[in-house]
């Protein structure tokens, strides 16, 4: 281990940028991948099948990673602050999540509303964007089901703000000591959250929708915070290597889990949905560790600013599908072309729309943002 490269009260690594950039490749591959019953695949899989499933179930493990690095980062941001100046300052933690989350996170929830006038939209579900507005969306998708409207991705957004009710202040009063059980409650929490969805035969859909069953990703993200101290992990590429194969195994297991037959009984056992929760949030940790420390000269410049409108990204990239799909299901007959011509137009479209909301929207609020940042944490377009 090594202390990080840090300037004064900065804490910038463009190394978690990129690892931002590729958690929202998977969440992307898992919303546009077809599954293995669609026509235009099951004729190619053949004996196939299993294996397909479970690589595509991985690609969901993107959220899980977008959870534990934003729990590692907020604190190992907290903690520092805290080593500054002597405590965590509550309000501005919170204007600076403000202005990052929420301007964004509602021109989105604007979108969709107008989305839902469209022809095949549903204008009845308005009252599913009030409980957006307030930071409730996955509680409405855990209690109602698949969302048909490209907000459905923003439910994980409302988790992020219920981690962000208590992250602040447990950082300003915890002590190491306590911060540890404190983690070890959330899991406790998790899993017993867990455990009553399971004995109460919850869908798939309404465990991963819920909040306190997402938290055990939250705790590996402080978890690692506190274990590594601030220091980075000195590790050889081919250590890193190891630890990337690790956890892509830990998440392909976890896969496998999540489809596993006794899930299919009336009484199904509980180990199948530990064990996917639990390497979901390992897989996730090990992710971060692997790449964390790597020589930013040797990172593409690409894929760190790909990193930097992740957020964009995540946001947009439901709307670019919807109107991908719009257009080629319009022009294009059901085939694998069809199928091509879709996911590359959904591409650009998500990078092109990203690209100028960070640009021309954004970045005022990041500007304004950075004048309350008491570690500075992220360069901006057109300030660094």
Same mark, same amino acid.
């Given at each position: ?63 899980? /990673? ?10 190992? /941001? ?75 991705? /923003? ?32 899991? /406790? ?196």
């Amino acid at each position: 281990m090594e202390a990080a490269q840090v300037s004064g009260s900065r804490f910038y690594r463009p190394e978690l940028d990129v690892l931002r950039f590729v958690a929202f490749l998977l969440v992307f591959l898992a919303h546009t991948v077809p599954d293995s019953e669609d026509p235009r695949l099951a004729p190619l899989l053949k004996d196939f099948v299993l294996p397909f499933d479970v690589l595509q179930g991985a690609f969901c493990y993107g959220l899980s /990673l977008f959870f534990t690095l934003s729990a590692f980062l907020i604190c190992e /941001l907290l903690l520092r602050e805290r080593e500054i100046t002597g405590t965590v300052k509550i309000t501005q933690f919170y204007i600076r999540r403000i202005l990052r989350i929420w301007p964004l996170y509602y021109l989105g929830l604007a979108l969709g509303s107008a989305v839902a006038f469209l022809p095949g939209g549903h204008p009845t579900d308005l009252a599913m964007f009030g409980w957006f507005a307030i930071f409730m969306g996955a509680w409405y998708s855990a209690f109602h089901g698949a969302i048909l409207n490209p907000i459905a991705p /923003l439910w994980s957004v409302s988790v992020e703000e219920q981690f962000y009710l208590f992250a602040p202040w447990v950082t300003k009063f915890f002590n190491r000591k306590s911060l540890y059980g404190f983690c070890v409650a959330l899991i /406790l929490l998790a899993n017993s959250r867990l455990c009553y969805l399971v004995k109460a035969s919850a869908t798939d859909s309404r465990i991963w929708t819920d909040t306190y069953v997402q938290f055990e990703c939250f705790a590996a993200g402080i978890l690692l915070c506190m274990v590594l101290r601030g220091r980075l992990p000195g590790i050889a590429v081919w250590q890193r290597s190891i630890l990337l194969a690790t956890s892509w195994s830990c998440w392909l297991f976890a896969s496998y889990c999540a489809q596993a037959p006794s899930k299919s009984l009336a009484n199904p056992p509980f180990w199948p949905y530990f064990s996917e929760y639990t390497l979901a949030a390992l897989g996730s940790a090990l992710f971060i560790v692997a790449v964390l420390g790597m020589n930013p000269k040797r990172l593409p410049a690409w894929a760190i600013y790909c990193g930097r409108i992740s957020f964009g990204l995540y946001v947009f990239h439901e709307f670019a599908i919807y109107i991908s799909r719009s257009i080629c299901e319009h022009t294009l007959a059901l085939s694998s072309l069809a199928y091509c011509m879709e996911a590359i137009l959904a591409v650009g479209l998500t990078f092109l729309m990203a690209a100028l909301s960070y640009r021309y929207f954004e970045t005022p609020f990041l500007k304004l943002k950075k004048r309350h940042a008491v570690v500075e944490s992220q360069p901006i377009q057109g300030v660094d």
